[in-house]
């Protein structure tokens, strides 16, 4: 058992009191009790005193950076604040930023409650695919990806009179992106509302580039004739370092909101534990027997941790004693589909403990009721890049004290609470003040494209917060050269570069779509994409890897993993049009496909969310005209658009039976689960790079070398 040491408890505030079971009161009470519950809550959260002090910051000041402590209603409060002080008058809303879809979702519903309106009014949300919003909304949550591309068609982004970027600290790519954008939006409606406008224009009254600025000038273009107010903006966070936002932003005034509503204790472990996995089982364990009532959740890296750590719990609970209170396991991960994401924010039944086994995906914003217990191994899965190979990949590293106090601050939002950390109190010194922003260690390749789309062509001019390094600028943009996305002189091609500019995928698979349709096998690559789009469709449980082993060789084709993936799809689809045919009942058809899933070892999580991906997808590409062809058994074409589409990631047998990659040379090996892995062929294409203690590459098909040359010149005619 990890021995847990309780140093000093760092308890914020302690002057407050648990507040007892509110989410099982909250399900008992009528409606008036609950809506005065929430008037008490907020009115007692430490943002409530200083409503007044905040408005008039945000009247004073256009650029705002709010500092406060987790749970001290930032999120949820502030915007009505907002609202409450005019900002939504004059048909204008009031934008909220967050990096993940489940917390736009979840505290959209939040505030909608909170003010008595029904979702999708005054309150809404918007995420990818998901537009909850009308034309009375005034508050409006959404992901900082979804207004980047309300950002295409909307350049001046003329409906919002502020807009509030939270979890800044997070900075994710589209974060440090929006904040770029948004700073230019800034300036050009300032300039427009300061009828500077006319001195821009030329003796026929056309505006002039004078500052070589083609993405301000267009912004200019795009408020003429309308009268915008400047545009607010608000960046807030429990955790960012205000110094460097307020210099980015010409030194924008921060204002701290002092206060916690509840303390939450932090236990460290006395010794560093070299099996995380186990020491996370040991104390989900612990708590439950020694600690008094409350959900528990948990940080883990991915979904393949988290099912595996959901079976170990699953099956040591059956041990507890008959009697005794009983353990429920909810997994939460970005791959899941949004509904089943849901099932978090539902109270256990009674004589149950929730035990929440999550992702990052938790990590900000969220608040899941019932949880005064978080246990955090310290680890997460991050991407990182490497601008010289041109390779990304997926690598497990330690939190940054930013998110490890995110994590903790997940309890001690309806009580106080307890984190348990699972390293030293000195490991905790060492770690990174915050994380390293993502658009310093990810392909630029999306952003890229996305920035050129909004009329952005100067990259490295581009007023990044934090540059990207000058070489990772230059791949990327060879990269968009070489898939047909730019043309000589790197402006966004048409129609090829603003198709791929459409579609909410990465460049490299926008692409494979559009070659598909010229390739007639739209309706394979489709497929492909959406099951490339979710982690590990299969599962063999240690126990039956031999079984699993013989229903995976069931779909394999010798062609390699693609054509494989697309045959478990396709066998799905007609195992759901089977039990359609024979029971109409939608709820009878699921089941049977469960009970398919789990004779073929197939994860049906995975393979959902595949399905819905692959839906959204099509509607795209029905919309841009694409036409979706099967190639039928032709499956020769099919491996020649994958190669016409993936000829960065193709690689040659070396003699030791080793591969090189083309494009990296560097030396890589065929993962186990490919279904290449003993067949191996001289020329192959994949789609992933897994760094372990090797290079291993994953969804891997066998191709001719000879079509490298013929279906990607640009790139193999110049290569020696
Ligand atoms: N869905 C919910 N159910 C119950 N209580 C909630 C819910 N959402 C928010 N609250 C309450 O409102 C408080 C403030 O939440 P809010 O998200 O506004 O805080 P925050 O300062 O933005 O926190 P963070 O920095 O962690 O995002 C929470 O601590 C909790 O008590």
Not at 239 to 257: C, K, M, N, T
Request: a positive charge; hydrophobic letters at 35%; charged letters at 25%.
């Amino acid at each position: 058992m990890p021995s847990m040491s309780h140093p000093e408890s760092r308890n914020f505030n302690q002057n407050q009191k648990f507040n007892g079971n509110t989410t099982k009161n909250d399900v008992r009470d009528d409606y008036f009790v609950r809506k005065q519950r929430i008037a008490q809550q907020r009115s007692s959260l430490p943002i409530a005193p200083v409503e007044k002090r905040i408005l008039e910051e945000v009247r004073k000041n256009d650029t705002l950076i709010i500092v406060g402590e987790t749970g001290s209603g930032k999120t949820t409060q502030l915007p009505q604040f907002l609202f409450n002080g005019g900002f939504g008058r004059d048909g204008k809303v009031i934008g909220i930023t967050q990096p993940r879809r489940v917390a736009a979702v979840t505290v959209a519903k939040r505030v909608a409650e909170e003010c008595g309106v029904e979702l999708g009014q005054k309150v809404g949300y918007s995420i990818r695919f998901e537009d909850v919003t009308s034309s009375s909304t005034r508050i409006k949550y959404m992901t900082d990806g979804l207004l980047l591309r309300e950002a295409l068609l909307d350049p001046s982004l003329s409906r919002y009179s502020v807009i509030i970027v939270d979890e800044a600290h997070e900075r994710t790519v589209h974060t440090d992106v929006l904040l770029g954008l948004l700073k230019n939006v800034q300036n050009a409606r300032s300039r427009c509302t300061n009828q500077q406008i006319g001195l821009e224009k030329d003796n026929n009254g056309v505006l002039l580039d004078k500052e070589n600025n083609s993405q301000c000038l267009g912004l200019l273009k795009s408020c003429q004739g309308k009268k915008l107010p400047p545009l607010k903006l608000i960046i807030m966070s429990a955790s960012l370092d205000a110094r460097v936002f307020s210099e980015y932003f010409g030194g924008a005034r921060a204002v701290h909101i002092q206060g916690r509503q509840y303390p939450v204790d932090m236990l460290f472990t006395h010794h560093a534990e070299p099996d995380y996995l186990d020491a996370t089982l040991i104390t989900i364990f612990q708590i439950h027997l020694e600690e008094g009532p409350g959900d528990i959740l948990v940080f883990l890296t991915g979904q393949e941790e988290i099912e595996s750590v959901e079976r170990l719990v699953q099956e040591r609970a059956q041990q507890i004693p008959e009697g005794s209170q009983k353990i429920l396991t909810v997994p939460i991960f970005s791959s899941l589909p949004s509904e089943q994401q849901m099932q978090v924010f539902r109270p256990a039944p009674s004589g149950f403990r929730k035990v929440i086994l999550a992702t990052n995906i938790a990590e900000t914003s969220v608040t899941i009721p019932g949880i005064k217990y978080v246990i955090d191994p310290g680890l997460v899965k991050a991407r990182t890049y490497n601008p010289l190979t041109g390779m990304e990949s997926l690598i497990i590293v330690p939190t940054s004290k930013a998110q490890a106090l995110q994590r903790s601050g997940r309890a001690g939002r309806e009580g106080p609470g307890k984190c348990f950390r699972l390293y030293p109190e000195s490991e905790f010194g060492k770690l990174l003040d915050s994380t390293v922003p993502e658009i310093k260690r990810c392909n630029l390749s999306n952003v890229i494209l996305q920035l050129k789309a909004l009329g952005v062509d100067d990259i490295t001019g581009f007023d990044f917060m934090e540059k990207p390094s000058r070489m990772a600028i230059v791949k990327s943009l060879e990269q968009l050269f070489l898939l047909g996305a730019l043309t000589d002189d790197y402006k966004l091609s048409k129609p090829v570069g603003q198709q791929m500019a459409r579609l909410p995928l990465d460049p490299i698979y926008s692409k494979s779509l559009i070659l598909a349709s010229e390739f007639n096998c739209l309706e394979e690559m489709l497929i492909t994409v959406a099951m490339l789009s979710v982690e590990s469709i299969f599962y063999a449980p240690r126990e039956k890897l031999e079984e699993a082993r013989a229903a995976r060789k069931c779909f394999s084709s010798p062609e390699g993993d693609h054509l494989t993936l697309i045959n478990v799809y396709r066998a799905s689809v007609e195992c759901l049009e089977k039990s359609k045919r024979a029971n109409s009942k939608d709820r009878t058809t699921e089941r049977s496909l469960s009970k398919w899933c789990k004779e073929n070892f197939i994860n049906n999580r995975s393979l959902r969310h595949a399905r819905d991906i692959h839906s959204q997808i099509r509607r795209h590409i029905e919309q841009m005209g694409l036409l979706v062809a099967s190639c039928g058994d032709d499956t020769l074409q099919f491996r020649r658009c994958l190669a016409a589409s993936f000829f960065l990631n193709a690689a040659l047998k070396q003699p030791d039976g080793t591969y090189r990659a083309f494009a990296s040379s560097q030396v890589v090996q065929i993962h186990p689960s490919s279904v290449l892995f003993r067949t191996k062929s001289d020329c192959i294409i994949f789609n992933e790079l897994v760094r372990t203690n090797h290079n291993y590459i994953r969804n891997i098909t066998r191709i001719d070398p000879l079509w490298l040359l013929e279906l990607a010149p640009q790139y193999y005619a110049t290569q020696n």
